[in-house]
């Protein structure tokens, strides 16, 4: 089946601590996308990646930071700096930038 | 004022009935327009995907562009209960790298 796959499905930071976020997908799309959901706010971007090798900071980067080594994953971390990482973490992957774009089942972080 | 607003809700219907979800934006540039559905801690799916101004129908749902108005719509017919989601609007243009603009989402119950 093709999809995206995004784990762990709930994570817990600790004060200080980076926690990467896991995302793969094997649909063959060029771009990935990061988003944060906040209770009663819209999906906010944090990176974008278009192709491998490449990507650029979305609206809400500061704290966080991504790779894009192979085209089919593109893991974000989620820095000490971000003092308020609590949150529900989608990956999406489109064909271009311009395409329609799929979402994973999401990750919930929360902090201790 | 964000650049697209959505009604929170929760909204309430009895199953069967007609729904009506909305979007206003305030960017008159947009030309892609897309409706998402996402279940309570799941990713969002696409329903609907829009161009430029008129109707689309998909089943029982229904979107419509009003680029005048800057105003958009998702009619959904013979509501059931496992339409109980949350409704999220996304929009984009050339000018904003294809990156999509969301609404906050509506909360849709429909009640048995």
């Known amino acids: 089946d093709g999809g995206i796959t995004q784990s762990p499905k709930y994570l817990f930071r600790k004060e200080g601590q980076n926690v990467t976020l896991s995302c793969e997908q094997n649909?063959?799309?060029?771009?990935m996308y990061w988003y944060r959901q906040d209770p009663g706010q819209g999906l906010r971007l944090i990176y974008y990646?278009?192709?491998?090798?490449?990507?650029q900071k979305g609206d809400i980067a500061e704290g966080y930071s991504v790779s894009r080594e192979k085209k089919e994953s593109f893991p974000l971390t989620v820095t000490s700096a971000q003092k308020n990482p609590t949150a529900f973490y989608l990956c999406?992957?489109?064909?271009?930038?311009?395409?329609?774009?799929?979402f994973g089942p999401g990750t919930r972080l929360l902090v201790l | 004022q964000k650049e697209v607003e959505q009604d929170p809700g929760p909204l309430s219907v009895p199953e069967g009935a007609i729904v009506s979800l909305n979007c206003t934006y305030s960017?008159?540039?947009?030309?892609?327009f897309m409706w998402y559905r996402q279940y309570s801690r799941k990713g969002p799916e696409l329903l609907m995907y829009?161009?430029s101004s008129g109707n689309k129908e998909d089943g029982r749902f229904t979107a419509q562009v009003d680029k005048s108005s800057k105003y958009i719509s998702l009619f959904i017919r013979d509501s059931q209960p496992s339409d109980s989601a949350t409704y999220l609007c996304?929009?984009?243009?050339?000018?904003?790298?294809?990156?999509?603009?969301w609404g906050a989402g509506t909360k849709l119950i429909i009640k048995p």
């Open positions: 649909l063959n799309h060029d771009a």
């Open positions: 829009t161009y």
């Open positions: 960017n008159s540039a947009f030309q892609y």
């Open positions: 999406a992957s489109s064909k271009g930038t311009a395409e329609t774009q799929y």
């Open positions: 996304a929009m984009t243009n050339m000018d904003s790298n294809y990156q999509l603009i």
């Open positions: 990646s278009q192709i491998v090798n490449d990507f």
